[in-house]
């Protein structure tokens, strides 16, 4: 009788079984169907769906909170959008030399500043073109920092099951998008026969 042993452990050591699953889970990510047995396939089938849903989830919570701010969604967009480029304020300034030596850092050349002074001046001239008011420009910067940081907490921990950077990044991109709004049901599997030589029943794990 099994006691204690939750899920379906395909006949493997707990290593080399998460392993297969994160492969196949890998490959189906990528490829967006893989050809695997049927035990193996129904149990990638639910931590894939598992991940997906969290980064839906992770993106939804970021989202809400911006609107909670920004109420206008393309106004949200941009401003989403500008955080993603840098991180500033529109209070912030170019520290000094003597600022950066007690900070810790390297002084900066006269080059160097007036670069980092236009740039700074130009990304917070661009923050007041999509909000004018200064201290509502400013929240929703804010929020839009905050909401950053909800969905890096998503994709984070993502990563701990999946440590895939390029698979987690498709995971946001592509697949957030197709299915946004979708409760589940993000997969299928279809049999395709058995397998030469041990008679393995085959299936087809696919995104939908």
Do not use: C
Not at 54 to 68: F, P, T, V
Not at 107 to 132: V, Y
Not at 145 to 174: G, S, Y
Not at 178 to 184: E, I, S
């Amino acid at each position: 009788m099994r006691h204690r042993i939750a899920g379906n452990r395909i006949n493997m050591p707990e290593a080399r079984r998460r392993a297969a699953i994160r492969s196949l889970i890998e490959g189906l990510y990528t490829w967006e169907h893989v050809t695997t047995t049927e035990a193996r396939a129904k149990v990638a089938r639910g931590e894939a769906e598992r991940l997906i849903a969290i980064a839906i989830r992770g993106h939804e919570e970021a989202w809400d909170h911006l609107k909670s701010v920004v109420e206008d969604d393309f106004i949200a967009e941009q401003a989403l959008a500008l955080a993603r480029r840098a991180r500033f304020t529109l209070d912030e300034r170019v520290a000094t030399n003597e600022e950066r030596e007690a900070q810790g850092k390297y002084p900066l050349s006269a080059g160097a500043r007036k670069i980092r002074e236009e740039r700074l001046a130009q990304l917070q001239k661009e923050m007041l073109g999509i909000i004018k008011d200064r201290e509502e420009a400013q929240r929703a910067l804010t929020a839009a920092r905050e909401a950053m940081a909800i969905e890096l907490h998503a994709r984070r921990t993502i990563l701990k099951r999946l440590p895939n950077e390029r698979a987690v990044k498709k995971i946001f991109e592509q697949f957030v998008p197709r299915y946004a709004g979708r409760n589940g049901g993000y997969t299928r599997i279809s049999k395709i026969g058995r397998r030469q030589g041990d008679a393995a029943e085959l299936a087809r794990l696919e995104l939908v």
